[in-house]
């Protein structure tokens, strides 16, 4: 019952920056997960951050090995959005990027529900 729904997908240089943008409607609930996915021509969808929180001042960001550093999840609760700045971009980055929502279990994360994805191509 949540809808996903993600934009600011393009065309960039490499050393260049987009921020992706991912609008959730629907029935959410305060201790759903909230990641962003990528999956590559000929890959398999891989993780690339997530975000928890638990109130304004309290928030819990991971992120993949592979965008530490140049890459930053962040969130607006008031606008229901999760956004991906994206920086220092790299061929390497070239996917259709994922939103995705899940709620936490005692094993981890589980992700429901997935947008359409939008398309980040990273020319060098």
């Known amino acids: 019952q949540v809808q996903l729904v993600e934009s600011g997908g393009g065309l960039v240089q490499a050393g260049g920056s987009l921020r992706l943008s991912c609008a959730a409607s629907?029935?959410?609930?305060?201790?759903?997960?909230r990641g962003w996915f990528r999956q590559a021509p000929g890959k398999e969808r891989e993780f690339v951050a997530r975000i928890y929180w638990w109130s304004d001042a309290s928030t819990s960001t991971y992120y993949a090995d592979s965008v530490k550093g140049r890459f930053t999840i962040s969130r607006d609760n008031a606008k229901n959005t999760v956004y991906l700045q994206m920086n220092s971009l790299k061929p390497e980055d070239t996917a259709v990027y994922y939103c995705?929502?899940?709620?936490?279990?005692?094993?981890?994360?589980?992700?429901?529900?997935w947008g359409q994805g939008t398309q980040v191509i990273v020319s060098s």
């Open positions: 629907g029935r959410t609930f305060s201790s759903y997960v």
């Open positions: 995705a929502a899940g709620s936490i279990t005692g094993s981890g994360y589980e992700y429901d529900y």
